[in-house]
């Protein structure tokens, strides 16, 4: 059998799926308002805001019904932000313990989608290890990587902040490398060389016995080759 590697099926690009087809918008069949499969599946409706007297649980749970009924077709013109609002005030800890992990991806979702991509950093980076969700630690990363590129657009300070807080939080190995090597990569002036590498040399010790410690020490003595042919 030849090998494939993941990503790259050639066959597929050069002879086709023979069970695939396109068809024209005009020749669709059109899609039915019923299905009986699914006639007897409860339909969410978003009930009354919870009272200032509700657990956490019922706020937790009007916050999810609401979410899903706003993310329908009929419920797509209403913000998404209060219902942020109520499920970031929700105590983590005085929910149901199985329900916290869901807790935690939808509230990751609604901050993602609300722009609070500090919050969702931060809130994430403190959920206990064990307990964090490879989804709700995805979305962290996202927020880290679009808020280090829209930083490094309009200020290269700004971005080597974010970078070394991304760098102190436990988000994990993946997101902190890519921090480090997309502003390496960004430093094309001789300041922002010297601010990334002074950035560096301030989270080595904090690096140490690390899996970062590598990257560290690799990109500043590539900065430090830099600002030598800068001279």
Known sequence: MEREPIGI???????????????PRNQAPRRSGDWAATDAWPLFREGALPSGEATADARFAWALQAT????????????????????SAIDRNLLEPSFRKLFD????????????????????????????TPYA?????????????KATR??????????EETMRLDLGQPIRNYSIGYLASSAD????RAT?????????????????????????????RAMKADR
């Open 105 to 132: 991806d939808l509230l990751a979702d609604l901050l993602f989608l609300g722009g609070r991509y500090r919050e969702l950093r931060t809130r994430v980076a403190h959920l206990p290890r064990t307990e964090r």
């Open 137 to 149: 630690n995805r979305m962290a990363e996202s927020a880290a990587v679009i808020e280090l590129h």
């Open 9 to 23: 099926p050639w066959k597929l690009i050069y002879i086709g799926d023979p069970l695939y087809r396109v068809t």
């Open 154 to 163: 309009s200020s290269f300070d700004q971005a080597v902040a974010i970078m």
């Open 196 to 224: 990334l590498r002074s950035a560096l040399l301030q989270l080595r010790p904090k690096v140490a016995r690390t899996e970062s410690e590598d990257t560290v020490r690799r990109t500043l003595e590539q900065l430090e």
């Open 68 to 87: 899903m009924v706003r993310a329908t077709r009929e419920g797509a013109n209403r913000p998404l932000a209060e219902i942020v609002g109520i499920a």
């Open 189 to 192: 002036t001789g300041h922002k």
